[in-house]
């Protein structure tokens, strides 16, 4: 296996030569192989473990192990503590999913405080054969089908070439004691169901199932790459990219073969889960939405625009500039500059007289009834109306700001419209440029 182990890092994981390395190490056989495997090979390696404190004193019999292979190796090694089951149940997870976000978080801590370069992982192929199983159970798309992925950022996972059976051999003919976690024979989990209901009968039926189910997987990720490319072509087609937000055209997507699977490919990268809502967008009326954790979907005429959700600005947020600001960055860059007259006016620069302002001025989002007196206008326009008339989608209302004198009278539609009452007359004395820059 050292050999084998060898050939596969020279041939597919080059890079790890040389690196300096984070193993995350349960106690297990599989992290404990890797780890022997690696220092053998004098990988310069730490060790990561985390205690959960799930099993009593099991889990600290786990942690005792890995600080006595650590010290017999010399090798650094990091410990932590968690409160799995409170971190669970403040957040309304699954224990699993929780230590699954608690360890990772603190791995990539741990890379960032020591300069690592790579976690790795003691996956090997009988996990990326469940978690295959699992996500076919549950319902999953093509990618869910593909495996376990060797390389997934920095983190890498050498052992997925090598079945349950050879790490276990490896051990024991090397005299390699490790930790036997007892939950792993309980048929609680899915996994475990998995792992003793099932796997074994595929094996039964065929003796070669890890070897086909590694065929399998390549000619999956082969099928998902042409989907990748079909995307990333059909996506110059029908997406148009705003400042803030991403328009798709529904009726070039509804020429497409299946409007619905498009959608998914091309959404699926932004957390959304009820996808029956999501498809259900495309013949909606304007002003439905969808939330993700992360985006909002908003049907508004023939587009659906994705946006991200901007937590910062969710609340309906006042910011003050003062008197003898220069320049802000949030909400938005501006620019405030004292000048002796007017030269070149744009959409995204304006001219005021400064003796109308009074400071600190605000700077805020648009609310029903709010009005203003449109420059080379006539009289005064609700702002809905202005909105309406200008053709602004429902997110280019939500993300507009408004820059607005001390009594809350607006002075500037940012980026789109002054307000007459603030333009520079013959009269003003003092004149104040002020710029919108992305």
Not at 68 to 79: E, F
Not at 264 to 277: H, I, V
Request: hydrophobic share 35%; aromatic share 10%; with cysteine.
């Amino acid at each position: 296996m050292l050999q084998k182990l060898t050939n596969h890092i020279k041939n597919n994981l080059p890079f790890l030569k040389d690196k300096k390395l984070l193993i995350a190490i349960s106690g297990g056989v599989d992290s404990v192989v890797l780890t022997h495997l690696l220092s053998t090979l004098n990988f310069d390696i730490s060790l990561a473990h985390c205690n959960f404190n799930l099993r009593e004193k099991e889990s600290d019999l786990d942690e005792q192990f890995v600080t006595n292979l650590g010290n017999k190796l010399q090798l650094k090694t990091y410990i932590t503590h968690f409160n799995t089951e409170q971190f669970a149940k403040k957040n309304k997870q699954s224990t699993q999913i929780a230590a699954r976000e608690l360890r990772y978080n603190w791995f990539q801590k741990l890379v960032k405080q020591n300069s690592f370069d790579c976690i790795l992982t003691a996956h090997h192929a009988d996990d990326n054969l469940e978690t295959f199983l699992i996500n076919l159970t549950r319902g999953t798309g093509l990618e869910g089908l593909t495996g376990i992925p060797v390389i997934n950022g920095n983190i890498v996972r050498p052992l997925l070439k090598f079945s349950r059976e050879e790490i276990i051999a490896f051990a024991r003919e090397n005299n390699i004691d490790w930790r036997e976690d007892k939950s792993n024979a309980s048929t609680k989990y899915i996994r475990n169901k998995i792992r003793h209901n099932v796997v074994p009968i595929l094996k039964e039926i065929n003796p070669s199932l890890l070897e086909t189910f590694s065929e399998t997987t390549n000619h999956l990720k082969e099928s998902q790459r042409i989907i990748d490319d079909t995307i990333q072509e059909v996506s110059s087609e029908i997406l148009e990219k705003e400042q803030n937000f991403v328009k798709i055209n529904i009726e070039k997507l509804e020429k497409l073969s299946n409007p619905k699977a498009y959608l998914y490919q091309l959404l699926k990268a932004y957390n959304f889960t009820e996808w029956n809502d999501v498809s259900n967008l495309l013949s909606a009326q304007s002003g439905k939405q969808v939330f993700s954790k992360t985006h909002v979907l908003l049907k508004d005429r023939n587009f659906l625009l994705l946006s991200k959700i901007d937590f910062s600005t969710a609340l309906e947020m006042t910011y003050q500039i003062q008197k003898n600001t220069s320049e802000i960055t949030k909400p938005v860059h501006l620019k405030f500059e004292n000048v002796i007259e007017k030269s070149t006016e744009n959409k995204q620069t304006i001219y005021v007289d400064k003796q109308q302002l009074v400071f600190p001025l605000k700077l805020r989002k648009w609310q029903n009834g709010d009005f203003f007196y449109p420059s080379g206008m006539k009289g005064k326009k609700k702002l809905s109306k202005y909105f309406k008339d200008e053709k602004f989608s429902l997110l280019e209302k939500q993300n507009t700001w408004l820059l607005c004198n001390n009594n809350d009278a607006i002075i500037w539609v940012v980026n789109y419209r002054q307000d007459n009452n603030f333009l520079v007359k013959e009269s003003s004395k003092e004149v104040l440029k002020i710029s919108f820059t992305l």
